[in-house]
């Protein structure tokens, strides 16, 4: 089976740009989760949901974050506009029901200039 | 609040020596889980154990093996035999069971350097 899927893998753009950071989960796992690693803070969940439905999004960080699932295969990560301390590595995890392993995706490593 | 303690920044071993990688855990909860994850220098985080906090038994794996201790709100790793190719930040984390969102709850991890 194929693992949890991201895309790009590296973004580079310019402060101010929107950023949109993609994600499909592995096939029938219900609940899908966004993490940020930075070298400061570590690893820090963002947001999580549950049968394509935002249950926590206390740890998205501004307004200028969003994220959404439309479907259960999909979800994005948005930044606009973005800004340099943004700069880190996004994961995304999916698993198969609560407290079950949270299979990672290889990450987008996101540099705002 | 839920923490996550991984006092070992960096830990350097010569190849096929034992190291333990140190956690601990602060949790109100009487039920949660507890994992291991690596990340080699490819940047993937791949996952080694989960332990559901009834489970005290210690558990053992090949080279690796985990030791839970509740009294100490412990969950302690030690690879055998250590390899370079075990050379990796290793990452403890808390996941509260049942109800609530909080994901996981990392520990700024430990990085282990394995020189041959």
């Known amino acids: 089976d194929a693992g949890v899927i991201q895309s790009p893998r590296h973004e580079v753009t310019e402060m101010g740009q929107e950023v949109t950071l993609r994600c499909k989960p592995i096939?029938?796992?219900?609940?899908l989760f966004w993490y940020r690693q930075t070298m400061m803070r570590g690893l820090e969940l963002l947001i999580y949901?549950?049968?394509?439905?935002?249950?926590?999004d206390s740890g998205m960080p501004e307004d200028r974050f969003s994220a959404k699932m439309p479907n259960a295969s999909f979800s994005t990560l948005k930044i606009q506009p973005s800004e340099p301390r943004d700069s880190a590595v996004y994961f995304c995890?999916?698993?198969?029901?609560?407290?079950?392993?949270?299979?990672f995706g290889d990450g987008t490593r996101l540099s705002i200039l | 609040a839920q923490k996550v303690t991984q006092a070992q920044t960096e830990i350097s071993v010569v190849e096929k020596e034992d190291v333990t990688l140190d956690c601990v855990y602060e949790?109100?909860?009487?039920?949660?889980?507890l994992f291991w994850y690596k990340q080699p220098p490819s940047g993937e985080l791949v996952f080694l154990i989960r332990?559901?906090?009834?489970?005290?038994q210690n558990e053992i794996s090949g080279r690796y093996s985990w030791n839970f201790q509740k009294s100490t709100s412990s969950f302690n790793f030690t690879i055998t035999a250590s390899q370079v190719v075990d050379s990796a930040v290793y990452f403890c984390?808390?996941?509260?069971?049942?109800?609530?969102?909080?994901?996981?709850?990392f520990g700024k991890g430990t990085h282990l350097i394995i020189q041959p």
């Open positions: 984390a808390l996941d509260r069971a049942g109800g609530g969102a909080d994901g996981l709850t």
């Open positions: 332990r559901n906090s009834f489970d005290e």
């Open positions: 949901f549950n049968n394509n439905v935002p249950i926590d």
């Open positions: 949790t109100r909860d009487t039920t949660y889980y």
């Open positions: 096939s029938g796992h219900n609940s």
């Open positions: 995890a999916s698993s198969s029901i609560r407290n079950q392993p949270q299979h």
